[in-house]
Each structure stands twice: as structure tokens, then as C-alpha cells.
């Protein structure tokens, strides 16, 4: 008896292997390539990719991974790898949702997005991805939306939640660190073209069409500074409004501290001291 279940559960775990073989030979990586290039240039997005495969339990993997849009002249994301993971419960739920990890940039991120349909994830509902040592120099689409040569390497959390609905009714947060980088300056400052950092620390808030800024400190060898303010979000990023308040200090031989209001956008911001 004994002898005729340790059969019956050896041709069970034989079968279940032999299918999974075969349904990774068989894979039908074109036909589901194409389909995901179809729903993404409904979105006016293109996608390539080196290679596709099946990845356990219900998804895909992409292997050297690009996806471009027209408006931004560049590729809004790459990445080494790519997987994705179906939740097979959203098919039966009005929002869709997909989990994703990956390599990118030198790091690794993964998280979740929420569309409103597969066959159109534009626009996307909600977004909860973490960050692990991405380098934002190779992150071309960051200069775009910064106007600025930025560097360093990031981590942390982004959340976003109702954006379907429009940036003036998304909310959500942002904690990252970012380590060992520069931030280019519009125009010089104390003789200074930009300002390198050893830790910026960033906590925010997203609501009312902005960013409820609060945490923002930058610890460097040249200065330290904290601030505290708004940024109102525009059509382009670079262009949001700067409404924040702090302290600065200035490091090495002519130190000095002052309270400092910065004003003006993101990519030229204006320093009036208090």
C-alpha cells in the first residue's frame, strides 16, 4: 500500500514537472510581447526587449528591457531585467493590479501598479515601488524632469494613489535618501557651480496638486542645510513653484549660518535671505 502511494506521488510530481517543461518550451513569447507593445502604444509608449520568458507563479520576465515615449525625445524607463507578476484576484476586481521587480540603473526596485485595464495601463491608478542604490546619473529621464545634471545614488519609497483622477486629486508619499552625489546650479553660489552631498534625506507629501515637503535636509562638505515648504507641481516638473523655508549653513573658512527662504522653480531656484 505504502509502496503504491509513494507511485501514485512520484507520477504526480513527474507530470507536474514535465508540464512545466513544456509550457516553458512552448511559452507563446511573441504573441504576448506583441500584445503588451499594442497596450502600450495605446498609451503612445513603445516597448523593447531582448527577451521574454515565462516566471513563476503567473507572469514574465523581460531581459534588457526599454520603454520610450515620443514626448520625452528619450526612454522613460530601462532596465536589465523586468518581472512582472499577474494578481489573478484583480481579473474579477474593477482595478487591475501588477506586481514588478527588477534591476535597473545599477540597483534594484520593486512595488506595485494599479491600472484602471490591462489592455490600457494608461492612465495608471496607483503606484507603490521602493528603491535600492539606483543610480540617478543613469537615469536620463530624471535630467529631463529636473532640468539639471543630478547625481547619486537613491533609495527609499515612492506611493501614489488616484492618479487616474488627475495630479490635482493624487495623493501619496515620498521618503528617499540619496548618497554621494551633486546637484547642478542654475547660477553660482558663494562660488560654487553646484552643490555635492554626501546625504540628502527627502519626506513629502502628495496632495492638493503639490508636494507637502517635510523633510528636506542636505549634509555635504560644503554646506547643511533643512527646509521645510511646498512645491506646486506643474505640466512640466522642472517648471513646479518652490516655496520653502529653512536654515544653511556654510561649511569650512568662511562659515556662517543664516535662515534662507527658496522661491522659483525647480530647475531655477532663487535664494533670499532672511
Known amino acids: 500500500m505504502i509502496h503504491r502511494k509513494k507511485n501514485v506521488l512520484g507520477f504526480t510530481l513527474?507530470?507536474?514537472v514535465i508540464t512545466g517543461v513544456f509550457l516553458y518550451l512552448l511559452f507563446p513569447s511573441e504573441i504576448i510581447?506583441?500584445?503588451l507593445e499594442d497596450a502600450l502604444q495605446s498609451s503612445h509608449l513603445t516597448l523593447k526587449s531582448e527577451s521574454l520568458k515565462p516566471s513563476l507563479p503567473l507572469g514574465f520576465k523581460f531581459r534588457n528591457i526599454s520603454v520610450g515615449s515620443a514626448s520625452w525625445g528619450a526612454s522613460p524607463f530601462q532596465a536589465d531585467w523586468?518581472?512582472?507578476?499577474?494578481n489573478p484576484l484583480s481579473f474579477f476586481q474593477k482595478n487591475k493590479s501588477i506586481g514588478l521587480s527588477g534591476k535597473a540603473y545599477g540597483g534594484k526596485f520593486k512595488g506595485?501598479?494599479?491600472?484602471?485595464?490591462f489592455s490600457k495601463p494608461d492612465p495608471l491608478h496607483e503606484a507603490n515601488v521602493s528603491l535600492q542604490n539606483i543610480n540617478i546619473n543613469r537615469f536620463a529621464l530624471l535630467k529631463t524632469l529636473m532640468?539639471?545634471?543630478?547625481?547619486?545614488?537613491?533609495?527609499?519609497?515612492?506611493?501614489?494613489?488616484?492618479?487616474a483622477k488627475g495630479v490635482s486629486s493624487a495623493t501619496g508619499s515620498v521618503n528617499l535618501v540619496f548618497t554621494k552625489g551633486f546637484y547642478s546650479l542654475a547660477e553660482p553660489f558663494l562660488g560654487m557651480s553646484r552643490i555635492d552631498f554626501d546625504?540628502?534625506?527627502?519626506?513629502?507629501?502628495?496632495?492638493?496638486?503639490?508636494?507637502?515637503?517635510?523633510?528636506?535636509?542636505?549634509?555635504?562638505?560644503q554646506i547643511r542645510c533643512t527646509f521645510k515648504g511646498d512645491i506646486a507641481l506643474a505640466a512640466l516638473f522642472k517648471d513646479s513653484r518652490l516655496n520653502l523655508t529653512g536654515e544653511l549653513e556654510i561649511l569650512g573658512q568662511n562659515k556662517a549660518r543664516m535662515n534662507v527662504t527658496i522661491v522659483g522653480t525647480l530647475a531655477n531656484p532663487e535664494m533670499r535671505y532672511i
Do not use: H
Open 14 to 16: 513527474y507530470g507536474i
Open 33 to 35: 510581447q506583441s500584445r
Open 82 to 86: 523586468l518581472d512582472l507578476q499577474f
Open 112 to 117: 506595485k501598479l494599479g491600472f484602471a485595464s
Open 147 to 163: 532640468g539639471k545634471d543630478v547625481s547619486g545614488l537613491a533609495q527609499g519609497t515612492l506611493n501614489v494613489a488616484d492618479a
Open 199 to 221: 546625504t540628502v534625506e527627502i519626506k513629502a507629501r502628495l496632495r492638493d496638486g503639490g508636494f507637502k515637503l517635510e523633510k528636506f535636509t542636505v549634509s555635504g562638505p
